[in-house]
């Protein structure tokens, strides 16, 4: 490639100069090629450990005049072709134009401006549209593709120089970090190390020292464990592999590819060696760690931060911290965590202003908000540009009607006025917002159902004054009297300052009458809420009346929902339910609905409107508790293995004998799934919700470590699981909240295990307490960084037993070994991954739905197949593979919907590698009839398939279909009950209507269909006979698979005997078929070949003016087999004698016994052109030679001779007769050598200097 010029003082060390002119030199690497001795194994060693990018290229040329000492780079190459192509250019077009200059200086100049003037046109040309990565950055990335052989669409994101351990010996070299792989390459004393791994392939990453490893990364799949080390910032590296292992097991679960955030804000200037990847990247979890700590809607983005203070007028201080921009949010939070932290969203800000500076406040930044509150920033290092990006963002922000987008509630939240005065604002507020468009849909729930304007709660309870519930009434009054004091002090609404006091008050329980309000502020419901107006109601008509799996499951829960609340005791509560899950189910297909989503719902129902309930559960099922509620309860399963691993560090004498027992993984998903709703009386559960509203999952884990903590001396005495879970189901039954309110309401699991002495009733409060002092060193990114440790082990044990499902899904009878379909099944599935990393345009990198079952998951299109079927084939055909290929393809392709899942694919595999020669041989047949043949391949055939009489199609082929053959009988049962019966029992209802037969007696038809399926078990009398063309298609596929094989001559010759006298055969089963009547009786084994065929285009038609094309692959790989063809009828020198053109070719022309009497003549079938394998009809003593004879009169229309068939069974007698090709198809071939090829083959390694090797696509 061409390089910016740069100087070169020395040019000779450690370079061999190979040619020169008096202008250019072309040099060659020291040990690069043949040859170098110990001064190339140094060299070479050297490039690897000391190049700052990647391995230097091997070849380079320099310019240079006569006088002067200096050089200049301009090209290098990594392989001779590449540079000579580069060097005759320069001779080409300079060396002429360079020897008119007289100055030096000006020679110099002159090349390198056409130099600059190259890189900028091939830049201009190959540099997509964005950030450009720098130049050094580039370099490095096209020697990984070239090392590794990876194609363009595999994007390296960092490169770092590191060792990997390989026994006891470090190997320095590269590590390279792609999209969707990790390389590394070394190159140490002539010994050369290279790896690929994929990341969805890696099982554990971590971050470890050891004495033996200091301070290394480990990488461990499935059949390997790595270690890296002497990194200059671990750290960051070890940070980037996270995020993409972790961005790469993420698409197995969602089948979400890697896609670049054209919405994230771009640098001013590119980094130097900083891929925009890589930004894109650091930026991408940035985004992720800002929406997380202030609870923000998923599609906020980050645009920056800065250092500053804030005052806070509770306390009278300037709190340092970091202020965060965004497109709709001012976020702060303190440096010291729970000092203070602060969401003002930019609909409410009215006001932003540049205060005077001072010595005591410099720089300040005065926010106000419609809510009268005002925030004072200071000591910001930018201000004035600050003020810009806020202005910029407040005049995209669209401005909201008041009232409309929430009703009362907004005016109760907002205004820190007495709820009292709110209320009849409500009414009047409500009614004006009715009248926008948007909440047309929100008025028919006001009117149907008083669940869209309020709780269940307060509907079933009623408001009964405090003053009625004695010492708990007036508990209740002073939390709210409480939270009215905090209001006043802290704000009240999105804009409360967040502190350490905040908390407190929600451990002591929040009271009833603002439980919703506060859940939906600190969960960030209400933001999402009230920037999409009418968005529910929308929904909710949407989803009326649609059915689905959801919805069918829906039904089947909703009376499970808190049957012992009064609340979903009617269905005024279940209907609410059902709309607000319904509703979620039609927003979230992916998720749809899950079990425990009801029972959580349900709860939240009690304490908002439906609208509320709804944002509510967004927020959780999306944020707060991510993969929790889709098909394989993911997200519960690797907090489950986080709350596993907490165990063994806080109570390890305890998780041992859990482990043993088998109890954590019983317990702890119910008490994730439903946040102890489910197995704790529900007034102590809620206290637990909100303070997990407030905390996140944080809270839950604490709880459950305080819960084992408590029961620990009675759980060392269990002797079994069983016992176990009776001791934690009763502690959790006697968690009492003695200061609720609410009306007691009977916890059934506390009905059936209460026994006759209950254990001591618990506090709710002391037990929140006691986790708080015992756990409380648990921290929100610390569990952030295990949760994705976990996740790698949960996706990939879940990856293992769909693995083990499909293997177990696979007919015994299909013949290979459970160890050879697992090997298989990882081969098959790396295709399909391969689709989504590169190949947009394949049919299979539609997204994977996880929800379909396992042996759906993953497809190959027709592409993909062939690459597999070229490199596991025992049948390989050279040049001809491809076109094998896609009619195995079009075999297995049963639904035509040009998809294959790995049932089919390992069918079609079997059918070539087990079973006897008669299997084998049954499986080629089938290749060359329809559908495997495809249209253009047998376009002769079709045409012939136009002479049939027509009536003959009235009798049904004992056939169903062709694959129905090919596939077990497991293998049919998936297709509807109907078509089944339709196919198989049309000849038993037209003999019924023939007969005029009784009332049907469904036993015999019963009798009928297991006799069938019985006859189904394949008898070779089943399979259709073959036409001419399709033989002669045969003929050419076994000449093109016996051309690698040693024993290839003793193949031809016993092959050319075989097909010389099957076509004899053929020749003499078409006298006499020519001699019947021609009527529909005796037309069955004609249009068996042509009945599942379309319609034969006219006859008008001449073939010879419409050439046929190959079907697939290099038109040469027709042609070879012609030849082969041509040589091995010359072989058995047949000599063919045709009409001469009488009666054009018609398919009623009989034959005279003279023209039968030699057996030499029966073969008279026609000649093969190279081209197309047309067969036209030759005149009188015409030989065969070399396909170029023709007949003067040969026919225009037709081009096969249509009476013309074999059978199955006269192909298989026939190669019975030839010892080596029995010998040849019941060679046993291993498939796992052919796998353990197709590994080596996924990431083909180019380490050749001379000649470039092509990158293995996926």
């Known amino acids: 490639m061409w390089l910016s010029p740069e100087e070169v003082l020395v040019a000779n060390a450690l370079w061999v100069t190979e040619r020169a002119n008096p202008f250019f030199v072309l040099q060659r690497r020291r040990g690069h090629g043949k040859g170098g001795g110990l001064t190339g194994l140094l060299v070479g060693t050297l490039d690897v450990v000391l190049d700052s990018s990647a391995r230097v290229a091997p070849y380079r040329i320099l310019h240079q005049t006569q006088d002067s000492q200096i050089y200049w780079t301009v090209a290098c190459g990594s392989s001779r072709k590449e540079i000579t192509k580069h060097w005759e250019w320069l001779e080409n077009n300079l060396l002429q134009t360079l020897s008119i200059f007289d100055n030096e200086e000006d020679i110099t100049t002159f090349v390198k401006g056409k130099i600059h003037g190259i890189i900028a046109e091939e830049n201009k040309n190959l540099q997509p549209q964005g950030d450009e990565d720098p130049g050094k950055f580039k370099e490095a990335e096209l020697k990984m593709r070239k090392q590794f052989g990876m194609p363009e669409g595999e994007k390296l994101v960092n490169y770092y120089s590191c060792s990997f351990w390989k026994g006891r010996v470090p190997r320095q070299g590269w590590l390279y970090l792609t999209v969707n792989h990790l390389c590394f390459y070394s190159f140490l004393l002539g010994k050369e190390v290279s790896l690929v791994v994929q990341w969805v392939d890696i099982t554990r990453l971590e971050k470890n020292a050891t004495l033996l490893f200091p301070e290394s990364i480990r990488v461990d799949t499935r059949d390997q464990e790595l270690f890296f080390s002497m990194f200059l910032n671990i750290s960051e590296t070890f940070k980037l592999m996270e995020q993409l292992a972790n961005l790469a097991v993420r698409q197995l679960l969602d089948s979400e590819g890697f896609l670049e955030d054209k919405a994230l804000p771009r640098p001013i200037r590119p980094h130097r060696n900083i891929s925009a990847l890589k930004r894109d990247l650091d930026a991408r979890a940035k985004n992720e760690c800002y929406r997380a700590t202030f609870r923000l809607p998923r599609d906020e983005r980050l645009d920056g931060h800065t250092s500053c203070t804030l005052w806070t007028p509770f306390n009278k201080l300037h709190i340092p911290g970091q202020m965060f921009i965004s497109n709709n949010y001012i976020c702060f939070a303190s440096r010291e965590e729970d000092v203070c932290h602060l969401i003002i969203p930019l609909r409410e800000v009215t006001i932003v202003e540049k205060a005077d500076s001072s010595s005591v406040l410099p720089s300040p930044l005065s926010i106000s908000t419609k809510s009268k509150m005002t925030f ?65 849909h929100q008025s028919f729930c006001a009117q149907e159902a008083p669940t ?163 944002w509510l559960l967004v927020a959780l099922c999306e944020r707060m508790l991510p993969d929790y509620y889709n098909t394989r309860v993911v997200g519960a399963l690797v907090d489950q293995g986080i709350f596993e691993e907490l165990t063994r560090d806080f109570l390890p004498q305890l998780s041992e004998k859990m482990q043993h027992l088998g109890v954590i993984s019983s317990i702890s998903l119910s008490w994730l799934l439903t946040l102890f709703l489910s197995v704790m009386p529900f007034e102590s559960a809620v206290v637990i919700v909100d303070c997990f509203f407030y905390e996140g999952i944080k809270v839950i884990l604490q709880v459950a470590l305080a819960i084992l903590d408590a029961n620990t001396e009675q759980l060392l005495g269990c002797s079994d699981e069983g016992e176990a879970m009776t001791v934690l189901g009763r502690y959790l039954d006697n968690v009492v909240n003695k200061q609720s309110v609410s009306l007691p309401i009977p916890h059934l699991h506390a009905l059936l295990t209460s026994g006759d002495d209950p254990p001591a009733e618990v506090d709710i409060f002391e037990l929140l307490k006691v986790s708080y002092e015992k756990f409380s060193s648990l921290r929100a990114d610390d569990i952030e960084q295990m949760r994705f440790k976990q996740r790698l082990k949960v996706i990939q044990s879940l990856e293992d037993t769909a693995k083990r499902s499909v293997v177990r899904a696979i007919p015994v009878d299909i013949g290979f070994s459970v160890e050879e379909l697992e090997d298989l099944y990882m081969v098959f599935k790396a295709k399909h991954l391969a689709s989504q990393y590169w190949g947009s345009s394949h049919m299979a990198a539609i997204r994977r739905d996880p929800s379909l079952p396992y042996l759906e998951q993953y497809r190959i299109d027709a592409s993909q197949f062939q690459e597999l079927f070229a490199s596991l084939t025992p049948w390989a055909c050279g040049s001809h593979t491809p076109v094998l290929a896609g009619r195995m393809f079009r075999l297995l392709d049963k639904n035509k919907d040009l998809l294959i899942n790995f049932k089919e694919f390992v069918t079609g595999m079997s059918g070539m590698y087990h079973g006897d020669l008669t299997e084998k041989l049954k499986v080629l047949y089938k290749l060359h009839l329809p559908p495997a043949l495809s249209l253009e391949e047998a376009e002769s055939a079709l045409e012939a398939a136009y002479y049939f009489i027509e009536d003959s199609s009235s009798e049904a082929s004992p056939l169903a279909s062709d694959l129905d053959l090919f596939l077990p009988w497991e293998a049919q049962e998936a297709l509807p009950p109907e078509e089944r019966e339709g196919s198989r029992n049309e000849d038993v209802r037209e003999k019924r209507e023939e007969k005029a037969a009784s009332p049907p007696d469904y036993r015999h038809y019963l009798r009928m269909w297991a006799k069938e399926k019985e006859a189904q078990k394949e008898t070779i009398k089943d399979l259709p006979k073959m036409n001419q063309e399709q033989f002669i298609e045969l003929c050419k596929t076994l000449y093109n698979m016996f051309s690698e094989d040693p024993t290839e001559q003793d193949l031809y010759h016993a092959i050319a005997t075989v097909a010389s006298l099957l076509l004899r055969i053929g020749e003499v089963g078409k006298k006499f078929s020519s001699r019947k009547p021609r009527d529909g009786a005796h037309s069955g084994d004609h249009d068996s070949a042509t009945e599942d065929e379309p319609p034969a285009p006219e006859p008008h038609q001449d073939p010879a003016q419409e050439p046929q094309l190959p079907a697939a692959g290099d038109p040469q790989a027709k042609a070879g087999g012609d030849t082969h063809l041509r040589k091995a009828l010359q072989e058995s020198q047949v000599v063919v004698e045709g009409g001469s053109g009488e009666g054009q070719g018609s398919p009623s022309q009989l034959l005279s016994d003279e023209e039968t009497k030699d057996d030499m003549s029966m073969s008279s079938y026609s000649v093969v052109s190279t081209g197309s394998l047309q067969c036209e009809d030759l005149a009188d003593d015409t030989v065969l030679v070399d396909g170029e004879a023709r007949s003067p009169t040969a026919h225009v229309g037709g081009t096969v001779d249509t009476d013309w068939c074999i059978s199955f069974e006269q192909i298989l007698a026939s190669i019975l007769t030839e010892s080596v090709l029995v010998n040849f198809f019941e060679k046993r071939v291993d498939i796992g050598l052919k796998i353990k090829d197709q590994k080596k083959v996924e990431r083909q390694f180019s380490t050749s200097s001379d000649h470039e090797q092509p990158g293995v696509s996926g």
């Open 452 to 614: 869209a304007s309020q709780g269940l709660l307060k509907l079933f309870q009623g408001n009964s004054p405090m003053e009625d519930l004695g010492a708990k009434g007036a508990k209740e009054k002073m939390k709210e009297e409480s939270w009215n004091i905090h209001f006043f002090e802290y704000g009240r609404g999105m804009c409360m300052y967040r502190t350490a006091r905040t908390r407190e008050l929600v451990l002591k329980g929040i009271p009833e009458s603002l439980r919703g309000e506060l859940w939906l502020l600190f969960s960030g419901a209400w933001n999402e809420m009230v920037t999409h107006p009418g968005y529910y109601a929308e929904l909710v008509e949407q989803s009326t009346g649609k059915y689905s799996l959801a919805t069918e499951e829906i039904e089947r829960d909703l009376h499970r929902s808190m049957p012992e609340h009064p609340a979903f005791q009617n269905e005024l509560g279940i209907a609410a339910l059902r709309r607000v899950l319904t509703a979620y189910a039609f927003r979230n297909p992916t998720i749809g609905y899950c079990q425990a989503m009801n029972i959580v719902t349900s709860v939240l129902l009690l304490y908002g409107s439906e609208e509320e309930a709804f």
């Open 376 to 440: 004072l920033f200071a000591n910001l290092k930018d201000r004035d540009f600050l003020v810009q990006r806020i202005s910029d963002f407040l005049q995209k922000t669209p401005s909201k009607q008041p009232g409309r987008s929430f009703g009362g509630r907004k005016v109760s939240i907002v205004d820190p006025g007495p709820e009292s005065s709110s209320a009849p604002q409500e009414v009047s507020e409500q009614s004006t917002s009715l009248a926008s468009p948007l909440s047309s």
